[in-house]
């Protein structure tokens, strides 16, 4: 079945420093979810990425969809204390469920 | 806004009984979803339900049912608990199977002791 893999699993983050989560899936996605979870909250929905290379960005998160439609990433630079949750991305094949990935859980240290 | 409303929030059981945890999606939503989130872990696909007939199946117990009613809203009834099924249980809905994104309700925390 589909898989969706996150690199890293943790990301302990230097406020106001940048980094980079990774998505990757076992099969051609028809689009690509990415939520952000608060500890003790749920998954909250960030954005959607549908087209091959799509770039997104939200002020300062930047969201990139592979070109062949398998991988993402997820890019956040000057990282706040409001960054802190975990980030899980969620792969959509057509017309199937969202399979996420295992998340990475970003800690950020003022 | 209106979102999802799960309920109960918090549920306490025991080994071998049985519980029903209840979704109310968004007016007009006609698509739900059920994952179950263990600590520490991502959310696992259980079910969905698209105009209230089952559209998707994932890992999902054989002691665990669910359904959508007439109003769109669904329930999972779960039996025989055992304590490997304490997670919280969130439930997602959307217009459509190929939605722009789910909404999804606080979940039910279940803790089977």
């Known amino acids: 079945g589909q898989q969706v893999m996150q690199i890293p699993q943790y990301q302990h983050v230097q406020e106001g420093e940048d980094f980079t989560t990774y998505c990757n899936s076992s099969t051609t996605l028809s689009n690509i979810q990415w939520y952000k979870q608060r500890p003790g909250g749920h998954p909250v929905f960030l954005i959607q990425?549908?087209?091959?290379?799509e770039v997104k960005k939200q002020k300062r998160l930047t969201f990139q969809f592979g070109e062949a439609k398998k991988n993402s990433s997820l890019h956040i630079t000057a990282t706040q204390t409001t960054d802190v949750g975990t980030y899980f991305c969620a792969g959509q094949a057509a017309g199937n469920k969202l399979t996420f990935g295992g998340g990475t859980r970003v800690l950020v240290k003022p | 806004a209106a979102g999802v409303i799960q309920s109960p929030r918090h549920l306490i059981k025991e080994k071998r009984e049985t519980a029903t945890l209840k979704c109310y999606p968004i007016p007009r939503h006609d698509t739900v979803y059920w994952y179950q989130q263990g600590p520490g872990q991502d959310p696992q696909f259980l079910i969905s339900f698209y105009e209230k007939m089952q559209s998707d199946k994932g890992s999902i117990p054989d002691r665990f049912s669910a359904q959508q009613f007439s109003d769109y809203h669904s329930e999972l009834n779960m039996s025989s608990l055992e304590l490997g099924d304490s997670a919280l249980y969130f439930c997602?809905?959307?217009?459509?199977?190929?939605?722009?994104?789910?909404?999804f309700g606080s979940g039910t925390r279940l803790t089977v002791v």
């Open positions: 990425l549908v087209k091959s290379g």
């Open positions: 997602a809905s959307s217009l459509g199977q190929d939605p722009f994104g789910y909404t």
